[in-house]
C-alpha cells in the first residue's frame, strides 16, 4: 500500500498538474452523463416501466442527445430580469462543484512517464474545509438566480434554498469534526492514511447518519429538495432559464451529487482502500487497482440518491427544519463529546475504548432514527374539521348567510 507522500504535492511538472485538472473534468463530465440515464433508468425500473430505450442502443446515448438538444435551444431571457446577475447565477454555481474535487484523494502513488504522483490534484492541511467554503459558495448561484428572475416563484425557491443550505451545513460541518477529532488531520489523504486498518463508518456510525443525512439535504435532492419543489414552485429557482443556463443548474446539481458522494466515501469508507476481502490480495491498493475502488463507492452513493427519489416524498417544510435544528445538530454535538472523551483516553494508553465507541455509536444511531420516527410522528398536520356556522341574530359579528339559508329564511318568515 502506497499512500501519498505530503511532499509530492506542488512539485509535479506543470503538463503533470494540467493532465490531473483536465482528467478530473472529464471523469465528473462523464459521471454527470452517465448519472443522468443510469438515474432514469433505475426510476423507470423501480416504477415498472421501460425508460429511455430510443436513442441509441437501449438508450446508451439518451443523456448525450439531451445535452445537443440544450446546447442547440434558443436562450430567452426574460423582460424585467437583472441580465449580468441572472446570466452570471449558473456559472456561480457550476464552478465551484468542480473546484471541490481538486482535493478528493483518487487513489494513493503512481507512475506517470516517470514521475511519481499522487491520484490527488493537490492537498491542504484544512482541505476538508476548503470542501466546505467552496461548496457553500454555489448556494449564491441559486440565491441570486432566484432574485434576479424579477418573478415570485422563483425567489421563493432562493430563499428556501439559502434557509435549507445554512440549516444543513452547520449539521455537515459537525458530522466532520468527530472524524477531525479521531484521525487528528484535516487533510483529506491524512484522513484515508487514518483508516488503514479500520473505517470510520464503524467507528463513527452517527456522524456517517448525520453526514448522508446532510449531504442528501445540502444538494436539493427528494425528498428534500424543497428548493425546486415542483408542485409548489412551479420549477424553483430555475423557472426561468432555458438553454445552457438551464443545463448549467443540472450539471451543478450532479457534480454536487458526485462531490459529496466522493468526500463521503473519503471520511467514511476508507476512501480509495480496497474493501474486505478484496483488500488481503496483494497489490489490490496499489499502483491503479485504488481507482477502481473509489469509483465504486461513489456510484454506491450516486445509487443511494436515486433510490430515494424513486422511494421516498418530498417532506414538508417544517418536518425539514425540525429534524436539521432539533435532531441532527443536537445528536452531533453530544457524539462530539463523546469521540472527544475517546480520543483523549487513547492518547492515555487506553485502546480497548474503540470497541465502547462503536457500542455507542450503534446505540447513538438507533436513538437518532426514533428521534427521526417520533418527530415525523408528532409533525403530522391535525385533522381539519369544518367550522362552525352561527347564526347572524346571536349576537355574533353579522356575516352573509349560507347559499340556501336566505331563501329558507324568508320562507319561514312568511
Request: charge should be neutral; glycine fraction near 10%.
Amino acid at each position: 500500500m502506497t499512500h501519498p507522500d505530503p511532499t509530492l504535492f506542488g512539485h509535479d511538472p506543470w503538463w503533470l498538474i494540467l493532465a490531473k485538472a483536465l482528467g478530473i473534468f472529464v471523469f465528473l463530465l462523464l459521471t454527470v452523463l452517465t448519472a443522468i440515464l443510469a438515474e432514469r433508468k433505475i426510476l423507470g425500473r423501480m416504477q415498472m416501466r421501460l425508460g429511455p430505450n430510443r436513442v441509441g442502443p437501449r438508450g446508451m446515448l439518451q443523456s448525450l442527445a439531451d445535452g445537443v438538444k440544450l446546447a442547440l435551444k434558443e436562450g430567452l431571457i426574460p423582460a424585467g430580469v437583472d441580465k449580468w446577475i441572472y446570466l452570471a447565477a449558473p456559472v456561480i454555481s457550476v464552478i465551484p462543484a468542480f473546484m471541490a474535487f481538486a482535493v478528493i484523494p483518487m487513489g494513493g502513488e503512481v507512475s506517470v512517464f516517470g514521475h511519481r504522483t499522487p491520484l490527488q490534484l493537490t492537498d491542504l492541511p484544512v482541505a476538508v474545509l476548503y470542501i466546505i467554503a467552496v461548496t457553500s459558495i454555489g448556494v449564491y448561484g441559486i440565491v441570486l438566480a432566484g432574485w434576479a428572475s424579477g418573478s415570485v416563484y422563483p425567489l421563493l425557491g432562493g430563499l428556501r434554498s439559502s434557509a435549507q443550505v445554512v440549516s444543513y451545513e452547520i449539521a455537515m460541518a459537525l458530522s466532520f469534526v468527530a472524524v477531525f477529532i479521531y484521525s487528528g488531520t484535516m487533510s483529506t489523504s491524512g484522513i484515508v492514511a487514518a483508516q488503514n486498518d479500520v473505517w470510520f463508518v464503524f467507528l463513527l456510525l452517527p456522524s456517517f447518519l448525520v453526514y448522508v443525512t446532510s449531504m442528501v439535504g445540502e444538494t436539493n435532492r427528494a425528498p428534500f429538495d424543497l428548493p425546486e419543489a415542483e408542485g409548489e414552485l412551479v420549477g424553483g429557482f430555475h423557472t426561468e432559464y432555458s438553454s445552457l443556463k438551464f443545463a448549467m443548474f443540472m450539471l451543478a446539481e450532479y457534480v454536487n451529487m458526485t462531490t459529496v458522494s466522493a468526500l463521503a466515501a473519503t471520511l467514511f469508507l476508507g476512501g480509495w482502500h480496497a474493501p474486505w476481502p478484496i483488500s488481503m490480495i496483494d497489490g489490490a491498493n496499489s499502483g491503479w487497482w485504488p481507482l477502481l475502488w473509489f469509483t465504486a463507492k461513489v456510484w454506491g452513493f450516486l445509487f443511494l440518491f436515486m433510490w430515494l427519489r424513486a422511494t421516498l416524498p418530498r417532506m414538508r417544510y417544517d418536518q425539514f427544519m425540525r429534524l436539521g435544528w432539533k435532531v441532527l445538530i443536537p445528536v452531533s454535538l453530544g457524539w462530539i463529546m463523546i469521540v472527544a472523551v475517546v480520543r483523549v483516553l487513547r492518547d492515555y494508553g487506553y485502546h480497548g475504548w474503540a470497541t465502547g465507541l462503536v457500542a455507542a455509536g450503534i446505540v447513538a444511531a438507533i436513538a437518532l432514527g426514533l428521534t427521526a420516527w417520533r418527530m415525523r410522528r408528532a409533525g403530522s398536520p391535525p385533522a381539519v374539521t369544518a367550522p362552525s356556522v352561527r347564526a347572524p341574530d346571536d349576537g355574533a359579528f353579522p356575516v352573509p348567510p349560507l347559499p340556501g339559508r336566505a331563501q329558507a329564511r324568508e320562507q319561514a318568515d312568511v
